[in-house]
């Protein structure tokens, strides 16, 4: 209850004012006490004890939302990464979020480019106060808002961070819907998202999409699917790429580095290949172009006898004929693994 203090004699040290009970759901959490006349601070008091009730709440709701937040994303993991095992004890806890399992969906991971290296130039220096990283989380935060708007169906889609710098979103599609028809409105959606990233924050970004899967069980091969295809747009420079057009590539990531570059110093001879006018360039528009030298040396804009005797000196230099099917195979197994990082 509210008390007030008439008089300096009233209680022994302490002085005339009023104390007002600060509560939180029907609880008392704290006390607000102000000195003075009461009939003067009363009012004060009285607008000072509904605005902290305010404040208190607002926080107690947000870190309420945070443990929320934390519970779902603990959720997404253990199902992305398939490390539940009972399937109906996760579906129930799927619902508890909206979220059902049970729906088609495809993985899509969308990395934002450049947004590592950018704030860590903004927050590297010692001296820099909190406010750098207060900017950096609002960021984060209004670039999921963004991605959101572009999914109004509630409960059908699933976002969610997946990194500082990136986003993983299983989208839901019809499976009865041919596979154009799914695959253009996926293409759809990552276009109209990168876009607005750009129009919106001047914030580039590249995609990955996984396979279709309509499994709880399965998640987390589409997941996979979609880093992997992440992985290579982001080494060639592409804003999307679905896991199901890699060809070696699919797989080239599960080799380590080490090995890759070893098969590439073997098979291309990175050091003497610099002797060929735009060696490495010239061997992938070739094969992009399935090995028509008029469609080669139009795309480089240089002669057909310029061509040729490129390829020739290729193969001098690595011992390997671009122009055989048997070569071939390797040497464009070599110039995807030369492109990965």
């Known amino acids: 209850k509210k008390v007030v203090i008439s008089s300096d004699s009233s209680y022994l040290g302490a002085k005339s004012g009023i104390n007002l009970p600060v509560r939180l759901h ?14 003067e ?9 509904r605005m902290t009730e305010i404040l208190i709440k607002e926080a107690h709701f947000e870190e309420q939302l945070e443990l929320e937040n934390r519970a779902r994303e603990t959720f997404i993991r253990e199902w992305t990464e398939s490390i539940f095992e009972d399937e109906q004890v996760l579906a129930a806890r799927g619902w508890m979020f909206g979220i059902n399992i049970y729906k088609t969906r ?18 590297k220096n010692a001296d820099i106060d909190m406010e750098e990283e207060v900017k950096l989380q609002r960021y984060r ?15 059908e889609h699933v976002l969610t961070s997946n990194s500082s710098s990136s986003y993983m979103i299983l989208l839901s599609v019809n499976e009865e819907d041919s596979y154009q028809h799914r695959k253009s409105m996926v293409t759809e ?38 880093d992997r295809a992440l992985r290579f747009g982001m080494d ?13 590539e699919s797989f080239m990531y599960d080799l380590p580095t080490s090995i890759r570059l070893d098969f590439v110093e073997r098979k291309l ?31 480089l804009h240089i002669h057909k006898n310029t ?8 193969k001098d230099i690595t011992g390997y004929d671009p122009r055989d099917i048997n070569d071939s195979t390797l040497i464009q197994i070599a110039l995807a693994f030369h492109t990965a990082k």
């Not at 029907?26 to 009939?39: A, E, F, L, W, Y």
């Not at 601070?41 to 004890?49: D, F, M, R």
């Open 189 to 226: 959606r990552i276009n109209d998202i990168q876009e607005a990233l750009i129009k919106t924050y001047n914030q580039k970004s590249v995609a990955g999409v996984g396979s279709l899967y309509n499994s709880p069980r399965e998640m987390w091969k589409s997941v996979e699917e979609a």
């Open 141 to 155: 935060h209004v670039l999921e808002r963004l991605i959101q708007h572009h999914f109004p169906e509630k409960n």
């Open 236 to 248: 060639n420079n592409k804003s999307f790429y679905y896991y199901e057009d890699l060809g070696v």
């Open 106 to 123: 495809v993985a899509v991971i969308i990395e934002m480019s450049d947004f590592q290296k950018h704030w860590y130039e903004r927050i």
């Open 26 to 39: 029907d609880q008392v959490v704290g006390v607000i006490g102000i000195t003075g006349d009461p009939v």
């Open 41 to 49: 601070v009363e009012k004060l008091g009285e607008l000072l004890q």
């Open 307 to 314: 061509l040729q005797y490129r390829l020739k000196k290729i």
């Open 269 to 299: 001879k990175p050091q003497l290949l610099k002797a060929v006018p735009e060696g490495f360039l010239t061997l992938e528009v070739f094969y992009r172009n399935e090995g028509s030298i008029s469609r080669t040396s139009e795309a």
